[in-house]
């Protein structure tokens, strides 16, 4: 068999691959040259792919309990759960709780049965706890969740700023044009975190603000490029509406060491073809979506944006993240970047044919399960993602589940701590054996294809959804054959984007073949920079958002250490797939907390030891590693290990509950907490 173009399961760069089957459980993995996110580069995690193929572990066929059942049995039992919760406490007691990982089409089928049919809007995903800041950023500064720049953006610019993320590690192909790009034409790298990690380690400056600092160091550089005189006039007058009193108001303390922000100024104020990229280091936080604004209003006031190496450039983890928030798969959004004024409602209920249109946005992640401890959401479907480990407070999660009537998963693992709480398990297709396309965070649209046969009586996501809504009554709205089928009709349904102002557009993939989708080369919808057209906003112009940086913490005797969390280069998520690969496994053993040496001798913390981390939501052991990485006072833990696993550790339950107010999205990287020597 020749090789089969396909794209990488793990992160929100999208890189191509060459898969080579031989009709066995094996494939051989090579970089795609000819795909534009990564030109045949790949990272670990991409290049041992095929080692995380085989069956074991994997939920091969759907159980009811501990019984296995037939699939006819287990849709009636999820049909008759949903149907029941409906009739006896409304459309709001049931949710959705899906994934990144789904791909489009899976995304499109449970947003429409869920806003279309069942009327409620209770349909969040795990991007949440990813993008979700970045999303109200680009939706307040100029109205639609559009991300303004290109890959190649970073190869064409003079000045890179990296603002909390380890890309060497969690995006490393687009961490290997960052490289390519300042050995071929001198860029310069500048990192904004607080610990000084891999990436951080090889920039040409690293800013170690404190956690939560962004908005103010962004605030206080546009304060500076104010009184430099580096704004463009221009361009703010034509093209931006900024609030009265915005000038006048503008904090000009930027937290961080003088001299290092002099460095910084300098090096923006010389550098119009600047890019900042920004990732959870920025979007988690209590703060998260003032950050995303604070970036974009100084792009916006000096005019980097909307040309080849400038512009905020948010990078997504997950690698379908950008194909859910396009369909709709936030509990924010309605459909194909469509909101809930009047009219928008009653395009999409044309389109979808439907009466039961929901009304409202739904709950988001946190709000979501705080709705099923407390009873009002009674039957929650759970696809491809493990909410159990990897929500903040996750011990409050699992007690939610516990305490839930009807709990449905849609997994590839058999027994996931999520899939545990279940009453209904359905068998998904992995990576390698569903077909469809995912969207990365340039607004590429690549096919994933299928590699593999379904294994036992597994199916794909789409057609499970697809078949609980003919359970349902709405078979006649739910009625495809293929994937291609539902990518077309969500294709057309672009178009109701277009006519409402937004740049989201496949409408041109609406009458496509079945060859012709399953030949899909990937393409970029909106073209390098959308915006450089107009800013879809009522008047076409961008908003300069008034921003303030999170209130100040006051010192909590109890807990007075910050905890942050993050990746490991190797590891992804939960560990379901990367986990199954030994040579994975050789980068980091176990998950270890990470000390400065001042704290380790303060708590008598022995560099190998074992220390309980605890905050007021859990405790946790893990093994110390002292590291001048971190702030004194600042602690990390990987998010990856679960229970189920060696190494003991739980991140999810450690990390603090409280959400940015616009977008909802989780504060991870800054929980208070205390350590302990075991
Ligand atoms: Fe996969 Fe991301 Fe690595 Fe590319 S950079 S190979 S998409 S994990």
């Known amino acids: 068999m020749g090789a089969i173009r396909t794209t990488c399961a793990y992160c929100g760069v999208g890189c191509g691959i060459r898969a080579e089957v031989d009709g066995t459980r094996s494939v051989a993995i090579a970089g795609d040259p000819d795909h534009p996110a990564n030109r045949g580069r790949l990272c670990s995690k991409g290049t041992h792919l095929g080692e995380t193929v085989g069956l074991g572990g994997r939920l091969l066929h759907p159980m009811v309990g501990e019984a296995r059942v037939s699939w006819n049995e287990a849709l009636g039992q999820v049909a008759s759960r949903m149907r029941a919760c409906i009739e006896r406490h409304g459309p709001d007691s049931v949710a959705f709780y899906v994934s990144g990982q789904l791909l489009t089409e899976d995304y499109y089928v449970a947003n429409k049965l869920m806003k279309g049919f069942v009327g409620s809007a209770n349909i969040d995903t795990n991007s949440r706890l990813c993008m979700a800041s970045a999303v109200a950023a680009h939706n307040r500064a100029w109205g639609e969740d559009v991300v303004p720049c290109s890959y190649d953006d970073i190869a064409a610019a003079d000045l890179i700023l990296l603002v909390g993320s380890n890309t060497a590690w969690c995006h490393p192909v687009a961490w290997q044009a960052m490289e390519a790009a300042r050995e071929r034409r001198g860029t310069k790298l500048v990192v904004i975190d607080p610990r000084r990690t891999e990436t951080a380690e090889r920039a040409d400056l690293h800013i170690p603000l404190a956690p939560d600092g962004d908005t103010a160091l962004f605030t206080a550089l546009l304060a500076e490029m104010a009184r430099r005189g580096a704004l463009d006039d221009a361009f703010l007058r034509d093209a931006c509406s900024v609030p009265p009193g915005f000038w006048d108001d503008l904090n000009h303390d930027p937290a961080i060491d003088r001299a290092l922000f002099a460095r910084l100024a ?100 946190v709000d979501l399960f705080r709705a099923v401890h407390s009873g009002k959401v009674r039957f929650v479907w759970i696809m491809a993602t493990n909410p159990a480990v990897s929500m903040p407070d996750a011990g409050f999660v699992r007690e939610a589940l516990a305490r839930c009537p009807h709990v449905v998963v849609s997994d590839v693992i058999a027994q996931t701590d999520t899939a545990r709480l279940a009453h209904v398990r359905l068998p998904a297709l992995a990576w390698g054996e569903k077909d469809g396309t995912v969207t990365n965070s340039e607004r590429r649209v690549s096919r994933q294809r299928r590699l593999f046969p379904a294994p036992g009586e597994a199916r794909a996501d789409w057609r499970i959804v697809a078949d609980v809504a003919a359970r349902m009554g709405w078979g006649e709205s739910f009625a495809w054959s293929s994937p291609a089928e539902v990518f077309r009709e969500y294709a057309a349904m672009t178009r109701l984007a277009r006519e409402h102002g937004k740049h989201l557009d496949l409408a041109e993939w609406a009458g496509c073949s079945d060859c012709e989708y399953e030949r899909m080369p990937p393409f970029q919808w909106g073209g390098p920079h959308p915006l450089a057209r107009r800013f879809p906003t009522a008047d076409g112009k961008a908003r300069i958002v008034a921003v303030s940086p999170p209130a100040a913490r006051s010192p909590d005797p109890d807990f007075p250490l910050r905890l942050n969390t993050g990746r490991y280069r190797d590891q992804w998520h939960t560990m379901t797939r990367t986990g199954l690969s030994p040579r994975l496994a050789h980068h980091r053993r176990e998950p270890v907390v990470e000390v400065h040496p001042a704290d380790a001798r303060r708590h008598r913390l022995l560099d190998g030891g074992l220390a309980r981390v605890e905050t007021p939501f859990g405790a946790e052991l893990f093994r110390v590693a002292t590291s001048e990485g971190q702030r004194p006072g600042e602690i990390f833990v990987p998010m990856h290990w679960t229970d189920m696993l060696a190494g003991g550790g739980r991140t999810g339950k450690l990390a603090q509950p409280a959400t940015d107010p616009h977008s909802g999205q989780p504060g991870f990287k800054n929980t208070p907490a205390r350590l302990a020597r075991v």
């Open 266 to 365: 300098d090096l923006f104020a010389a550098s119009p073809r600047a890019i900042t990229m920004f990732s959870q280091g920025a979007n988690q936080s209590v703060g998260g979506t003032d950050k995303g604004n604070a970036i974009i209003n100084l792009h916006l006031a000096t005019g980097r944006i909307n040309r080849p190496g400038a512009g905020p450039f948010s990078i997504t983890g997950q690698p379908n993240a950008m194909g859910g928030r396009e369909v709709g798969g936030l509990a924010s959004t309605l459909a194909c970047h469509l909101g809930f004024s009047a009219e928008e409602r009653a395009s999409v209920a044309r389109f979808w044919g439907t009466d039961r249109l929901c009304r409202e946005p739904g709950r988001k992640a």
